[in-house]
């Protein structure tokens, strides 16, 4: 018998976590993707701590309207901007079991365009 929708999703986000882990210098820029909302966060995995973080429901993205692919763009554009300010340039990727398509490209490739390298 085959997995379970959720079940596979969880074997591929221990996968990916066994290749990817952020560091200081570098951190893990990891996707969470609700059935409404997109959330990303810079995580420090060697301090076990959330660097930057920006989501589809804070107060100043809220107000931006769109759909579902576009408010992740948004979302892209402001952890980079947050990250940059932080001073960090470079993050590791972490889909968090998603397929990369759609919403989490989009994140992925607005956080390209305002200057994130990864």
Do not use: C, W
Request: positive net charge.
């Amino acid at each position: 018998m085959g997995l379970s929708k959720t079940q596979r999703k969880y074997r591929i986000r221990r996968r990916i976590r066994k290749v990817s882990e952020g560091t200081a210098q570098r951190p893990r820029l990891s996707v969470f993707r609700s059935n409404n909302e997109i959330y990303a966060q810079l995580i420090d995995d060697e301090k076990g701590v959330t660097l930057v973080a920006a989501s589809s429901r804070d107060k100043d993205l809220a107000s931006a309207k769109g759909t579902k692919s576009e408010m992740a763009t948004v979302v892209g554009k402001a952890i980079a901007d947050k990250a940059l300010k932080a001073g960090l340039e470079k993050v590791a990727f972490d889909r968090g079991g998603n397929l990369y398509h759609g919403r989490v490209k989009s994140l992925a490739e607005g956080a390209r365009e305002a200057g994130l390298k990864f």
